[in-house]
């Protein structure tokens, strides 16, 4: 990647301007090493996100010990579990803080107060509560956490909070067209199996025409072969592209968003290898 940005300027004129990292820091120092420019980072918003949820079990673990006192002044021990911080609130507050993140793109104080608000708001605080809180809708609120716990996840929203990180999520993007052009590429060239460079370049071609318009696009490669496609080639593409469509509406739909965040806050990590959000 770096001979990439080296050769950016000699060989095309061209400066990248910008660098969507995932925290890997390795690779963009690499990266800033050798462009003759300035690169500025950005983070990825997803990655950004799963940060909360890694910190906050982590804050679990590390007060796992410690007693605290709570607001009848019982004795209790760690902020985790039943009716304090549970896995699945931790899933909650990470999703909310990639929204906040998310839905105040490039207004830095919004964005804050807006992270800010999901803090307050399990302490009982709902003066910055938008919509989506059940106070807002005469609702009573039951997600609400005692007072030692929500004092103790404070220093993770201090330090998720730092302008210099919200500054690089200000773009509200991810790496997620990046990841899914890439997942093309693998199908056509697995890494697995070694490619002569013929199949590498016409597998990326093909990868980037279907990426962009769908399979329905290699029809049109072919007729410019002056090959004709036959009717159950062009029912076979546009059947794929019209399924494609068709299952990113019904991924998009709330109800559909809600039972996909409810399945996976009630399934544990089973992958020991990676590390979300562990940089
Ligand atoms: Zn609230």
Redesign the pocket.
Known sequence: MSAIFKRSRPDRGLDYVHYLGDGDSKAFSAVQNSAPYQVDKMECCGHVQKRMGKRLMDRVSSLKGSVFTDAKGKKVKGIGGAGKLTQKATKRIQGHYGGAIRNNAGNLASMKKAIWAIWK?RGDD?RD?LEW?A?KQGKP?KNVLPKFVVDAIKPVFEALTKDDLLKKCLHGGSQNPNESFHHLIWERCPKTVFVGRRRLELGFFDAVLVFNGGESERLKVLKNLNINPGHHAIKFAFGVDTNRIKRSVYGGDLDHIASRRNKSASVAPDDNNYCAGGF
Do not use: Q, Y
Request: hydrophobic share 15%.
């Open positions: 708001h709902h509560c809180c106070s609120v």
